[in-house]
């Protein structure tokens, strides 16, 4: 976006805010830290900046519970167990079923704390912790937006990294906590100016022709934040460096243009074409799935605040002034669980706390409301087309292309709830876009039910009467270990056609080696 639009506002916003000291500098506060530039640790910061550092330990709070949101890490599909104090979990009770056939589907938590990512990333089900060669089977790729430690592994190991495996780095020789997301994420350690050490941002900067050290503040402001906050993938074999991520915003950062991009971009076919990109096959349907993850900045570039040339630092390190002076508050969490949304009022000043919570609740209900539907009907849509893939019965004439526009209508039909699903704020970011992406994904599953039913000459229609929970209820559970249990596979009609996974111990505790024999040393295995 244009420097000349953004300085005024950025300038006009701070004034709104009443603000001096640091908020109304054009430029981020330098300093001279005497650290090494390739610094990666939080705790070696804490003696010059005291106050920036008190205010990042205070991301270890997770307890706090807002109506959709906060930092307790409960499973988002849990609609069983309540929390403390028995908040409305905003919880999604089909996750697990939308994405059978993907380690998603094993777990998947609310998020918490920055201070928390190393330690969720290791002991999350979703890198395999039972294998029986101590790997996770995942690409190492996961790394980048959990830790500054990244910049010094790409130094080592190149674009190699990426499609190295993710537990090799996981041991505590490898990683410390201390590196979790840190400073140095998004501080030069030497001048503690704002700068991206993520790779996808950078490539995209570069793409588009940015110049990180000519943008404004306010982008800046934001930008850190997109270096993880966004919706990516990772480079299939064959297009460029294995698993190494990108931001997919060649076309936009609308959910359409997602969509349209990800036509192609999976590896290349016999005649040198790229496929459509695909994340995972779904279990039930068959059809090629596009895991949508977090698009927070894309969702609020273009919401009433983000147009408005509003920081996501602006809501989430709101100004808090100590000893006479304004700093940055760094315990990035939810504006909501302050009482008094003071984030808010340094611009909504002559509202009430109680009145803007209720207009976030506002926002937040009629978006949850259509995003349940949406993931019921993406639900009945996987079903349908299970259904038509099986049917033995009198098929139309044109079942082979109608089929295919069915699987095609179920893949935009779930990318399109994902992207509101994924999403951080239950809709506020964006509350029009996120409510017409939450329809379009409704029409798209919908079609591909109809599609499904002609293919068959409404053979299925009967099958698919009635509550799509009666027909395809919720899972409650499955995890890699539940997995190995071909008895608990047979209890719903959607893990029973999961493969049963071979018995195997778990092999990983955390970041500790709980299998039989020595760690195995996977940097040596790998030469
Ligand atoms: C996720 C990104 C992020 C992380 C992590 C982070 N900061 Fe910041 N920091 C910011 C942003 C954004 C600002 C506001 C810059 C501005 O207003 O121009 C900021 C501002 C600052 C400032 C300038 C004075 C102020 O308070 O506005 C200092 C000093 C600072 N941070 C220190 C730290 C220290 C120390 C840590 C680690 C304990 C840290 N930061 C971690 C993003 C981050
Ligand atoms: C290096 C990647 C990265 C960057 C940069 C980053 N985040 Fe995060 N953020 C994460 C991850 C990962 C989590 C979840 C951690 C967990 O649950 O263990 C998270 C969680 C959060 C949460 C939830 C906290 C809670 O208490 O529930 C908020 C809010 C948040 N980030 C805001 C921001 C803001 C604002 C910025 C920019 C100033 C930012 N993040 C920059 C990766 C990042
Ligand atoms: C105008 C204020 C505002 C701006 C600007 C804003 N957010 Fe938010 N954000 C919110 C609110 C309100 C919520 C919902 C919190 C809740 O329900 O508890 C939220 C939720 C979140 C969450 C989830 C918090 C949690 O408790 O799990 C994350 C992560 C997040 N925002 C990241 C960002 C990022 C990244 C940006 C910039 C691209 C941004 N936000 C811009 C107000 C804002
Ligand atoms: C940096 C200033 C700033 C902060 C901080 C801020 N807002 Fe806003 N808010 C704006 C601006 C600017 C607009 C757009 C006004 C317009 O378009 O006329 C806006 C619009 C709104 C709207 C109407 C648009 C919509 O989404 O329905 C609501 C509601 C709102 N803000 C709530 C909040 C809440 C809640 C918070 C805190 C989580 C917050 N704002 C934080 C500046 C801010």
Redesign the pocket.
């Known amino acids: 976006m244009n420097k000349h639009i953004f300085l005024p506002l950025a300038l006009g916003l701070a004034l709104m805010a009443g603000c001096n000291d640091v908020s109304t500098e054009l430029k981020t506060p330098e300093y001279k830290t005497g650290l090494t530039k390739d610094e990666t640790r939080t705790s070696v910061f804490a003696k010059q900046f005291p106050s920036q550092y008190a205010s990042y330990m205070k991301n270890n709070e997770s307890e706090v519970m807002?109506?959709?949101?906060?930092?307790i890490a409960f499973h988002k599909e849990d609609e069983i167990n309540p929390l403390p104090e028995g908040f409305k979990q905003g919880s999604q009770p089909y996750l697990k079923n939308l994405w059978l056939g993907y380690p998603f589907s094993y777990e998947y938590n609310?998020?918490r704390g920055h201070t928390y990512a190393i330690e969720d990333i290791v002991n999350i089900d979703r890198h395999d912790r039972f294998s029986a060669d101590g790997k996770g089977h995942m690409p190492a790729t996961c790394w980048n937006c959990k830790t500054p430690h990244m910049m010094n592994w790409i130094k080592e190991y190149g674009d190699k990294f990426w499609a190295m495996d993710f537990n090799t780095f996981r041991p505590k020789d490898m990683i410390s906590t201390d590196e979790s997301i840190s400073c140095p994420t998004c501080h030069d350690p030497q001048t503690m100016s704002l700068r991206p050490y993520s790779e996808p941002l950078q490539d995209w900067l570069k793409r588009s022709g940015q110049d990180w050290s000519k943008l404004s503040r306010n982008e800046k402001r934001?930008l850190v934040?997109?270096q993880c906050?966004v919706e990516y993938y990772f480079i299939a074999k064959g297009n460029g460096p294995h698993q190494r991520p990108v931001f997919p915003w060649d076309l936009g950062k609308t959910p359409e243009a997602f969509w349209e991009y990800y036509k192609t971009h999976g590896p290349k076919d016999a005649n040198g074409k790229e496929t459509p990109f695909t994340d995972f096959v779904h279990a039930a349907s068959k059809v090629n799935i596009i895991k949508m993850q977090?698009p927070?900045?894309e969702t609020?570039?273009d919401g009433p605040?983000?147009a408005a040339g509003?920081?996501?630092a602006?809501?989430?390190m709101q100004f808090i002034r100590e000893d006479g002076k304004k700093v940055s508050s760094h315990w990035m969490?939810?504006?909501?669980?302050d009482k008094e949304m003071r984030?808010?009022r340094q611009c909504h000043a002559d509202k009430t706390a109680e009145y803007l919570r209720g207009r976030?609740h506002y926002i937040?209900d009629k978006v949850y409301e259509k995003l349940l539907n949406a993931e019921a009907m993406s639900v009945k849509a996987h079903e349908a087309v299970r259904l038509a893939n099986n049917w033995s019965g009198e098929r139309d004439p044109n079942y082979e292309k109608l089929m295919m526009e069915a699987r095609e209508m179920v893949r935009k039909g779930q990318m399109f709830w994902d992207y509101v699903s994924a999403e951080?704020?239950?809709g506020?970011?964006n509350p029009t876009k996120q409510l017409n992406t939450c329809m379009t994904s409704f029409e798209s599953s919908q079609k591909a039910i109809d599609l499904a039913c002609q293919a068959t000459m409404y053979g299925i229609a009967p099958a698919l009467a009635g509550d799509i929970r009666d027909i395809v209820p919720p899972i409650r559970q499955l995890s890699r270990k539940l997995q190995q249990d071909g008895e608990f596979l047979q209890q719903h009609p959607w893990t029973r056609l999961l493969p049963v996974k071979p018995q195997h111990k778990q092999v990983w505790d955390g970041q500790v080696w709980i299998g039989d024999g020595s760690q195995p040393d996977m940097l040596r295995s790998m030469k």
């Open positions: 807002t109506k959709y949101k906060g930092s609310e998020a934001t934040c997109a906050h977090h927070d900045y609020h570039q605040h983000g509003v920081a996501c602006d809501c989430h969490t939810s504006p909501m669980k984030a808010c976030v937040q951080n704020s239950m506020f970011h």
